[in-house]
């Protein structure tokens, strides 16, 4: 399974329970629920304290909250945007690379899968010009990205230089 489709599964399992939200009393439950477990957290060693933190955060989990509707709406279209195929259109480019190498290598992997996921006409390859204006779509520095692809091995360009693709 790849990264891509290991995100998307997270990101659906959150649009679920962003959606099953939505009802009113699906909150209350879970509030009673959250509740119950501040009364059994003495015998565990975890307090409320800790469990209480991350919720206060989610301003529309609160059953009482009058914007809890159109907050958890937007939050799903969030969700439906970042799945969809426009998902690249909602995230910044990459302006610097990690310093480790293989955080770099996974990094330039993944920038290189999505550079070749769709190739024009159905091609596994892509001109020198076709995917330099590709990778300028994801990075600030292309040219970089380039050289770190065919240096590392993922990406490989015939002798003349003229085709890449994915090695």
Known sequence: MSMTQEMSGVLK????LLTSLRTPKVRVRLLELLAEQKETSAQSGVTPAALDNPFRQLRWLDAGYEDSM???GQ????LNDVLGPQSILFTERIDEWPQDWRDRKHLVRAVCERVFAAGPDGRAWLTETEYTARLSM?????IT???YS???GIVQRDERGQKYSLA
């Open 138 to 142: 994801l990075v600030t520095e292309p």
């Open 70 to 72: 159109e907050e958890i």
């Open 13 to 16: 399992q959150y649009r679920i």
């Open 150 to 152: 065919v240096d590392m």
């Open 75 to 78: 939050q799903i279209q969030l």
């Open 145 to 147: 990205a380039r050289r």
